[in-house]
C-alpha cells in the first residue's frame, strides 16, 4: 500500500468500527495514531496506514512514513475504495524491537470489482516512532 490508493468516506467515523479489522471502534483504535499518538508495534502501525488508505488520510500516510523513503506527495484513487485488512504475518516489530516486517493482503473495489493487494512490508522506528519504510508485492 505504499503507493496505493484509497478514498475519504463522505459521512464520518465516529461510532464506526476501525477500517484497519481489529473489531474496535475507530475512536478506540486508529484514530488516536491518526491524530498524532505513537503506534506500539509495525502492527499497529501497518493497521494504521490501512485505515488512512480506507479513509483517504494522505497526510497521515506521508508522516508515517520514512524520510528515506517518502515521497514528496501522495495522490489517493477516488474510485479505490479499501474494504478488508488480514494480517498474513508479523515478524519483530514489537515493543523493544528497532525493526519488523508485516505480510498483508489488503482488499478493495475499483470501479465496483474486487481487488486484493499482498505486501510484505518494512518497518523501522525513526525519532522512536514506527514509520513505513518500503514493500514488496509478489
Known sequence: MGKGAGRRRANGTTGRVCPCGSGRAYAD???????????????ALMRSRFSAFALGDSGYLLRSW?????????????????????????????LLDAAGTVTFH???????????????????????????VDGDQP
Open 29 to 43: 483504535c486508529c484514530a488516536p495514531v491518526h491524530g498524532g499518538d505513537a503506534p506500539a508495534t509495525a502492527e
Open 66 to 94: 520514512h524520510s528515506s523513503t517518502r515521497p514528496t506527495s501522495l495522490e489517493l484513487d477516488p474510485g479505490q475504495r479499501w474494504t478488508r485488512l488480514e494480517i498474513v504475518e508479523t515478524e519483530r516489530g514489537g
Open 106 to 132: 489488503a482488499h478493495y473495489r475499483d470501479a465496483g470489482r474486487p481487488g486484493t493487494m499482498t505486501e510484505h512490508s518494512r518497518f523501522v522506528r525513526e525519532d522512536g516512532r514506527w514509520v513505513y
